[in-house]
């Protein structure tokens, strides 16, 4: 019961401290180069246990580089052009909307409606995300593309958690993801190791790189991949529940980011729908 409790819990709380990290460490890199970066960190920690070279079935290195593409290359290289754009505590918020993303994803995939319950926590989620991007889509093109940004990075997760799922139950986490961030590295490296050419050698920002790659890029995402696996991908996002409360907490902390009252209406919405939605899917 704890070990599964954790399996929720703990993802969370590193993902909201991931978008400190990324805004910290733009302050010394480019986007693609933390993009890369995070992906080799990641990659390198978990060559460090054995278990992650466990043999995958030739027949499944397709949906893995899938995974690759889907929950790392692609995903991972919105955050930081969107942190350019919009807060790290408004990006984090955002994140909160991955349960919505992930439902509508493996409803679509299934063929199948969501229930009563769930759709109507799926429209209040929706509403929600709406309100806590307004402000920013308000204020000029480049909030808006930072929003519609995470928005993307959202919909990649949706598909790459029902990915994960089968695999997972196949492999455990630690294979997959592995291998996976192998493809991450190899997808990202033409644009990530040039961009290592302008890295400012300042620490704060280098080790903020560093705690991205080992704990939001391999210890989060192999607890995430065992949630999806034990739970099922729509159960396994509701980590992301605390993500928002994370991020805001450490952006106006740390960072001293501002945030309107209209996305912080807006993060509790999409939290509630979130929420509904979970219930509703328990019974």
């Known amino acids: 019961m704890t070990s599964g409790w954790l399996l929720l819990v703990i ?22 180069a933390i993009t890369f970066l995070r992906i080799a960190i990641g990659f390198l ?15 499944d290195w397709p949906a893995v580089a899938w995974l690759g593409l889907l929950w790392f290359a692609f995903p991972l290289s919105m955050f930081p052009f969107a942190e350019q754009r919009v807060s790290s505590a408004l990006t984090g918020m955002v994140n909160g909307a991955n349960p919505l993303f992930a439902t509508v994803v493996a409803s679509l995939i299934a063929r199948k409606a969501p229930s009563t319950g769930v759709a109507v926590g799926l429209a209040i989620g929706i509403g929600g995300t709406v309100l806590m991007g307004w402000p920013a889509l308000n204020e000029g093109r480049s909030s808006t593309e930072g929003v519609l940004m995470i928005m993307a990075a959202m ?42 050419t302008t890295v400012k050698w300042l620490p704060v920002p280098l080790a903020s790189v560093v705690a991205l790659g080992m704990f939001g890029t391999a210890i ?13 991908a729509a159960k396994a996002s509701g980590t992301t529940f605390l993500i928002p409360v994370v991020s805001l907490i450490l952006g106006v902390a740390i960072l001293d980011e501002k945030v309107v009252p209209l996305s912080l209406v807006g993060g509790g919405v999409c939290l509630a729908g979130a929420w509904l939605m979970k219930r509703a899917s328990s019974h």
Not at 159 to 174: D, E, F, N, P, T
């Open 11 to 32: 993802p969370g709380l590193i993902w909201g401290a991931s978008f400190l990290f990324i805004a910290q460490g733009l302050r010394a890199l480019e986007p693609n």
């Open 45 to 59: 920690t978990l060559s460090c246990f054995p278990a992650a070279r466990k043999r995958v079935d030739k027949a």
């Open 155 to 196: 919909i990649s997760y949706g598909v790459a958690l029902s990915i994960a799922r089968s695999l997972q139950q196949k492999y455990g986490a630690m294979p997959v993801i592995w291998r996976a961030q192998a493809v991450g590295l190899l997808l990202t490296a033409p644009l990530g190791i040039p961009a290592l």
């Open 220 to 232: 989060a995402n192999v607890l995430m991949a065992s949630a999806a696996g034990r739970f099922g």
